[in-house]
């Protein structure tokens, strides 16, 4: 399932377009393959935002560097371990930790990832930012599992339009999460201005090509005090067909139905399960500092425990145990 070339640009073109009857059975083979490969069940992974600092100037994110009516924080180490230890009461194996690109929460995580890791028993999922490969490294040694770095854009100027910044640094930084040995997340983003369907192809055939342990694509929202704010927000139609595609052509890789669907649509992510995404992450950050976390928009939609279930209920899915995924990883290393 996961040769990248089994279907043309023309095939991929017409499918990420695709509505009504295509649509449907666009989403069907979807459901089919995530069926056999890695069953009904849906991963429950716990997300905590411990920095909204960012040395980046993203021109769609509201921390971004630039913009100085953001309110910054960072949480310490005792913050963060009683909310993994809160955690624990969930079906949850996963402690995500994300930040904005803050070099200083480096020295927080030499003491959040082995306790989360060795202490509690949990997995590591991190997702904050660019690093040195020595960095990378040294999140590997201390028991980080996998982390995600979106390339958000694979189109080389677009890139640079919308990240502000050089591409060649992004791609350089997979290389090195995939070289020190930890699972690699990335994915896109769906209505970046001046994007176009050729660009969305790209997108499909790059993530196809990286072969990502985890692909997530996930509908542009404006955002305030944002070069882009009145943009238009992303389809969803668009982001649904090409995790849908992602699916079928890359087979095993987890998918998460994002809460920017949810945003953009009442019953957004449940139409995500339905295109064939298996995770959904529950915010286990405090509303206090979570409303700092401008990482959609001030209003984002913000997923808890009993909608995330609901949301499983009605897929018809389970959610994954997280004593088989322990036992399973313990396998793994053995």
Sequence with gaps: MSDCHQLSRHDLLRLLTATGDVQQELFSQARDVRHEESGDEVLLRGVIEVSSYCQKQCRY????????????????????????????EFPISTAFIQAGQDPHVDALLEE????????????VLLCVGERPGRVYQRFAE??????ILKFEASDPQLYRDVINAQPERRLQCLGWIKEAGMKLGTGNIVGLPGQTLRHLVDDIQFACELSPDFVSSSPFIPN???????APHGDVNLTLNTMALWRIMLGTPLIPTVSALEKLQVGGQLLGLNAGANVITINFTPRYWREKY??????RFVVSSNHAFELIERAGLRIRSPIAMVANSLAIAL
């Design 61 to 88: 994110c509201a921390m971004r560097a630039p913009n100085k009516k953001a309110d910054r924080y960072r949480l310490t180490l005792g913050e963060v371990l009683a909310i993994v230890e809160g955690m624990r």
């Design 112 to 123: 959040v990832i082995p306790a989360i890791k060795h202490d509690l028993g949990m997995e």
């Design 142 to 147: 201390l028991g980080a599992d996998s982390y």
């Design 224 to 230: 305030e005090n944002t070069p882009f704010e009145h």
């Design 294 to 299: 401008g990482i959609y928009s001030r209003e």
